[in-house]
């Protein structure tokens, strides 16, 4: 009842061709557009198909039916290998392509971490499940772009390419929402860590620097637990200091509670994860893989660092060009930043070994013509900006027209608020949050110069994107001033990454003591939150969970009704998102602020399905809760004498343990009218 909708494993199967086509001909791809070295070629091409098919998919899926459209988008992934292959100038051979897939360390890397983290997931409902289980019903049911899941007449201005993903393991496995995003989590946060792997190896040329970039990955994040360790004096005066936001406000009514408690967060592992090693700006992948758009975006950023510097012609731009634009569906700010910084570093780079700027500008132009016209939260915050009156949609996602200007300078944390860097004491707090990865700015930020001058523009071009996702925030600020949060993890990471990354460079050459034993008490303080949250989240493995809000009871109705009501249709529930997760239809509970509308407070209160049907409404799912709040009239009008059939009809012996799914068609104005009378 957890992972499939049907009984047999063979449903699975059109999963498996999808997933092995989008990799074969992602492989062909990158094998003929880019000179990458053998042991990268496999998993980068795996990845690659996953990107380009997300672009496909995305087109595709706006003219063709779901069944038809995500199969073939991987088919067009296979035709566009094969046909690169066939025209390239010198096809590798089969006896030679072989070889490739037998290079196992980067594919033990993403299976290991793949199962782990899908199994933890399957154990946990953190970071919004509402909001993924809604957007992977609807789109796996063909509604792309999506529409506001609690809303059918707003447009989504919302970053969806990760749960258009796990949509189609959805849709081609046969999956439930709830397992095809654990699934989905799982699978790219594999292929994260296993190409963080590869640019680790080919950055350092030893496999012991990718599994190092791969343990940063994992488990690097900041360092909140040092607070511990100040003076009681100045601990208490920092923790009346510090304004508590969000999770963090819901764990204690200050700081130095919370730091002796768990972290209360909704749908958070039974053993919970102590607030001192949770972090609201730098959250190691282990932890934020469980939201999504995170690894994904992060596989999609190494995968561009590998093929950047190898281009081959034309068809490395394209590929790049499709690659970035997924990038941007994923996680706009990521691919914003980094954008500038290859801007940036373009305009500076000078020497004889440098990449060819024209391409890399035609590349991230066409990038950002794409992102700017394939839907999602760039082109939803275009068309505000060029719509009299601004966008309808709801706020998620970054949008430029919510930025302001921020005085004092701040750093903003998701749990501990605004951290002015005024304030003595928010400072040192503040330090803490960001962590030992601050400490390695200084040696990223200072290659600047020294990757310029050796032609790669790639690094420099990241090194540039940390400065300026760092340094923005300080003084802008942003409507929902926690999501802003995005740019100073991006910053944290890859200092962590590249600064880790050149300690191992040097260790290996200088054999010094003392540079030894920093760099790994460095590593250490670096990664132990990490290695604590990943004890927390352990202890979820033997729990499986459907969802927040989810029964065994509306599992049971989504096998036998998901995707099978009338296309178009509404679903009136009184919860305000639990059928659009069940069934793949849209309901309209929310404004866009997500305010419940009072009109659909009406309904629910009411239960009247003559009044729902008039509302526009076809169907409505009830709970035994609602049934039994409902006034008796309108209980009545669904019973066997009513207006309203009941189509669908679960029951068990527990908390609210009925459901009941009515057609109200029958209802409305019109199908009253067309009654004969006396019958």
Request: hydrophobic fraction near 55%; include cysteine; glycine fraction near 10%.
């Amino acid at each position: 009842m957890y992972w499939t909708r049907s009984d047999s494993l063979l449903v699975v199967l059109p999963a498996v061709g999808w997933f092995v086509a989008c990799a074969i001909g992602g492989w062909l791809i990158v094998s003929q557009a880019f000179r990458l070295e053998r042991r990268e070629r496999s998993l980068a091409g795996a990845v690659a198909g996953l990107g380009i098919w997300l672009f496909c998919q995305n087109l595709i899926g706006r003219w063709l039916p779901p069944a038809t459209s995500f199969g073939l988008s991987a088919l067009v992934v296979l035709l566009m290998g094969i046909s690169s292959a066939f025209k390239a100038r010198a096809p590798r051979g089969l006896g030679v392509a072989w070889r490739d897939w037998a290079v196992w360390q980067p594919w033990v890397i993403a299976v290991g971490v793949a199962i782990v983290v899908a199994l933890i997931g399957r154990g946990v409902g953190v970071f919004d499940d509402r909001k993924n289980l809604s957007l992977i019903s609807l789109m796996a049911a063909g509604d792309i772009p999506p529409h506001f899941y609690m809303n059918a007449d707003v447009t989504f201005r919302y970053h969806y390419g990760m749960q258009l993903f796990a949509a189609g393991l959805m849709r081609m496995a046969g999956l439930f929402p709830w397992s095809a995003f654990d699934l989905s989590k799982g699978v790219v946060a594999g292929l994260a860590s296993g190409l963080a792997f590869l640019l680790g190896w080919r950055l350092t040329h030893r496999a012991g620097g990718g599994l190092l970039a791969a343990v940063v990955l994992l488990l690097g994040t900041g360092s909140r637990w040092g607070v511990l360790f100040l003076p009681p004096s100045i601990l208490r005066a920092a923790s009346a200091a510090v304004d508590l936001i969000g999770s963090g406000s819901n764990t204690a009514p200050d700081l130095l509670h919370a730091l002796r408690t768990g972290w209360v967060v909704s749908g958070g592992p039974p053993s919970p994860i102590p607030f001192a090693f949770t972090n609201g700006v730098f959250e190691p992948l282990i932890l934020s893989s469980q939201a999504g758009p995170v690894a994904l975006s992060r596989a999609l950023l190494f995968l561009i660092l590998l093929l950047l510097p190898r281009m081959r012609g034309r068809p490395s731009i394209v590929v790049l060009s499709m690659l970035m634009a997924s990038w941007a569906l994923v996680w706009e700010t990521d691919f914003i930043v980094f954008g500038a910084g290859m801007l940036v570093a373009m305009w500076f780079s000078r020497g004889k070994r440098q990449l060819t700027r024209r391409p890399l500008f035609i590349c991230l132009l066409l990038a950002a013509v794409l992102a700017a016209a394939q839907g999602g939260t760039l082109t939803e915050a275009i068309r505000g900006l060029l719509t009299p009156g601004g966008s309808a949609g709801p706020a998620s996602g970054f949008q430029l027209q919510s930025l302001g200007f921020r005085w004092p300078p701040a750093i903003i944390s998701a749990h501990l608020g605004s951290l002015l860097l005024s304030n003595p004491l928010l400072l040192l707090v503040a330090g803490f949050e960001l962590g030992v990865a601050l400490l390695a700015a200084p040696f990223v930020t200072g290659r600047i110069g020294r990757w310029l001058r050796r032609g790669r523009i790639e690094l420099s071009a990241l090194a540039v994107a940390a400065l300026l996702a760092f340094l923005l925030p300080l003084v802008l600020r942003y409507e929902v001033d926690r999501d802003i949060t995005r740019f100073t993890g991006f910053s944290l990471l890859v200092w962590a990454l590249l600064g880790g990354l050149i300690w191992w460079l040097q260790e290996n050459r200088v054999r010094s003591t003392v540079w030894r034993v920093a760099g790994w008490t460095w590593l250490v303080i670096l990664c132990l939150p990490g290695v604590v949250i990943l004890g927390s989240l352990l202890t979820a493995l033997p729990r499986p969970m459907l969802a927040e809000d989810i029964a065994p009871l509306d599992a049971r109705m989504a096998q036998t009704h998901w995707d099978r009501l009338a296309p178009g249709a509404l679903v009136l529930d009184s919860h305000p998102w639990r059928a659009v997760a069940l069934f793949g239809r849209l309901t309209r509970s929310t404004g866009t602020g997500y305010e419940e509308l009072p009109e659909w407070e009406t309904l629910v209160s009411s239960g009247d399905p003559t009044d729902a049907a008039a509302a526009g409404y076809s169907y409505m799912y009830i709970d035994r809760r609602w049934w039994q709040a409902m006034p008796e009239v309108s209980r009545a009008a669904l019973g066997k004498a009513g207006c309203a059939l009941l189509i669908g009809e679960q029951a068990d012996e527990g908390r609210n343990g009925e459901r009941f799914l009515f057609d109200i068609t029958g209802c409305s104005a019109a199908a009253v009218r067309a009654v004969p009378p006396g019958n």
